[in-house]
């Protein structure tokens, strides 16, 4: 299995897309904004001749749906996200307005998804973890694998997920993050939203918001 990233939109959002040994894809928080980036993906897509299966996203953000409607219909594939997630969806539109970016829209997903799925995707498996505080129904993938998690806006190299938006809560976020994420071997990677690559065990030592056990939000 190997993990592309993207980095789209004006939100420097990392879009990845999962391609496995039998050059199927999956595509994680596809933000692609206008139409120059989607021929990124349109290319990327046709040069490696892959079979694309599903959409799947962390959360549902703005800058993480932007491309999800393109790709439903380019593709006809399915949109999986967390239920507690449709009310950022329902949103969307009165935050593009918000901050003033293009947007035609994202469909509700086809089937929501929680921490008790798991994916097959060729030789590896997927498997989920909720992990809210960012956002209501935010999800983190798990390949173990290939020790690594992508993790959306949960946590950043040096740095952790907004709390001050609308479904936000901090506490929530604290308890993902030392109960859940950080109870991963040290050495997984970390794939994030926003930014550079990291480790577990890097967060654990360097992070100044969340260490392994205080916390400053
Ligand atoms: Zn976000």
Do not use: W
């Not at 938006?165 to 939203?193: E, H, M, T």
């Not at 930014?195 to 030592?205: F, L, P, Q, R, V």
């Amino acid at each position: 299995m190997k993990l592309h990233l993207f980095t789209f939109n004006a939100f420097q959002e990392n879009s990845y897309v999962l391609v496995n040994e039998n050059k199927e894809a999956i595509f994680i928080d596809p933000g692609m904004m206008d139409q120059e980036e989607e021929n990124v993906m349109l290319n990327f897509i046709s040069k490696n001749d892959l079979t694309p299966l599903f959409i799947l996203n962390t959360h549902c953000h703005i800058d993480h749906i932007l491309g999800v409607k393109f790709l439903v219909e380019t593709f006809q594939i399915p949109f999986y996200a967390h239920q507690h997630e449709t009310v950022m969806i329902e949103r969307s539109a009165s935050v593009s307005l918000m901050y003033g970016i293009p947007y035609s829209g994202c469909p509700l997903p086809d089937r929501f998804i929680d921490e008790s799925d798991s994916f097959e995707f060729g030789k590896d498996k997927i498997e989920l973890l909720y992990v809210p505080g960012h956002s209501p129904g935010h999800l983190a993938l798990v390949i173990h694998s290939q020790r690594m998690v992508i993790g959306g806006d949960v946590l950043f190299k040096g740095s952790v997920g907004r709390v001050d938006l609308p479904g936000c809560n901090a506490q929530d976020l604290i308890s993902s993050i030392q109960g859940k994420i950080y109870k991963l071997p040290n050495d997984y990677s970390v794939f994030p939203g926003h930014g550079e690559a990291t480790t577990i065990g890097s967060e654990k030592e360097n992070n100044y918001f969340v260490s392994e056990k205080t916390v400053r939000l």
